[in-house]
């Protein structure tokens, strides 16, 4: 796998990338039935399989407690530190890397999506997109139905208040809502 980790990064890697590729099928393929796997555990036998968990991301902290439904694109661009918390339905497209610090508090139905597709039409006919990383900060707190776009950073102790979409980056201790979100107060 080690491998098609690698193939995959560097055909993504800050450039435009054909998302059929097979390398990038196959590593979705084996994301998606590590994450049916999870989830029907958790459903079935109410076991948080941490093995699972380790195996599917590139890093993960302690206590980490991820709710079904969990989807995400390939598992090994997420790193998340101690005492994540995802509710249920939340979806991590990581094309990019996506890194969540510690304790965050995610809400259910939030999504982060590293990838866009390419603004051509006719590029897009080919399935050609880009991909950005997305950061969380240590403490933040994320609102129901949140969507955090590509190249994005959310700061520390930070607040995304629920229906937001997150289109540039958070500074520490805001509190932000809205489409495109916007800071509204910044806790002291």
């Known amino acids: 796998m080690k491998q098609t980790i690698e193939e ?6 800050n450039q435009e990338f054909d998302a059929r590729d097979p390398h990038i099928m196959a590593a979705y393929q084996k994301a998606f039935n590590q994450c049916f796997e999870y989830n029907q555990q958790v459903d079935q036998n ?9 195996a599917l ?3 993960i902290g302690t206590d980490p ?3 079904p439904d969990f989807h995400c694109q390939f598992g090994f661009n997420i790193t998340m530190g101690n005492e994540v918390f995802l509710n249920h339905d939340c979806t991590l497209m990581d094309y990019a890397p996506i890194t969540i610090g510690n304790q965050a508090n995610i809400a259910p139905k939030v999504g982060m999506y590293t990838a866009q597709p390419a ?3 006719q ?9 950005q990383p997305i950061t969380i900060k240590n403490n933040v707190w994320i609102g129901g139905n949140v969507c955090i776009l590509g190249g994005v950073t959310i700061g520390n102790n930070a607040i995304i208040g629920a229906g937001s979409v997150v289109d540039h980056d958070v500074p520490d201790n805001a509190v ?3 489409n495109p979100a916007k800071v509204i107060r910044i806790i002291k």
Do not use: C, W
Not at 8 to 13: A, M, S, Y
Not at 123 to 131: D, F, L
């Open 65 to 67: 407690y991820i709710e």
């Open 119 to 121: 603004l051509d039409p």
């Open 176 to 178: 932000v809502v809205g």
């Open 57 to 59: 991301f590139h890093q």
């Open 46 to 54: 109410h076991g948080y399989n941490l093995e699972l968990l380790s």
């Open 8 to 13: 995959v990064n560097q055909l993504i890697n």
């Open 123 to 131: 590029k897009r006919e080919h399935h050609i997109m880009t991909a």
